[in-house]
């Protein structure tokens, strides 16, 4: 053996460890989203509306964080299992958190909206037995669809220009706690979360003429997964 040959050898490990190290990373930036559905369940009970409210949430079965990250609206289905009794949807009254647990506005998406984003919105009607799905996201998420022609007036419908959960800030953020809980995530120790808190109305004969409001926290997990979970052949 050559006195070079031990020097080659490892250089040609370091390589590999740090070919190695790049793939797992390329794969680990994976999470799901799911409810915690134990305490919306609680909540319900706690006022008497398991018999009259469903609620229920649409999600990918994954998202990446990072610049690609997909989880820039999600799905709200509320049920009406009342035949007595009409649910309203009080989108102003309607807030949901950051990872940092910052309130937002939440702001309903109608395709080809050009509200203004400072004119209240209309609330929405479930009638008895019905089931109203809507496609929600944060008020800050939105801006202005740039008009193709330059030579154009400005357009008035409103996008979707940034995820609804900003992982760098939290990653970036100067203060430690933060910094703590994006790197537990990070590691799958802990999860992470933000929530949506929902303004109903109920209307029938045990409620007063106008509705009395009630308001459900929905609390959602965010779990990172395995980087394993990354790889093409797993199902998404």
Known sequence: MRSIDPIILVIYLIVITWALSKIVSSFND????????EILKQQLADQNLQDIVGVGFDFEKRYEFGKDDKLKQFGVKVTNKSQTH???IDWDYCATTDLQGRSRRVTRLIP????????????????PGATLKEIITAEDVLKRKEPKDKDAAVALEMEVSKPLLDFEALKKSKDDPPKKKYARFISRIDPLEFSLDLALRLIGSTYSAEGDRIQLRCKFILKKLPWQAGLPWNPR
Do not use: H, P, R
């Not at 994976?30 to 559905?37: A, F, G, H, I």
């Open 86 to 88: 009409s649910i309203y």
């Open 30 to 37: 994976e999470y799901t989203v799911s409810l915690d559905e």
């Open 112 to 127: 080809g909206t050009t509200l203004d984003l400072f004119q209240n919105q209309v609330f929405s009607t479930v009638a």
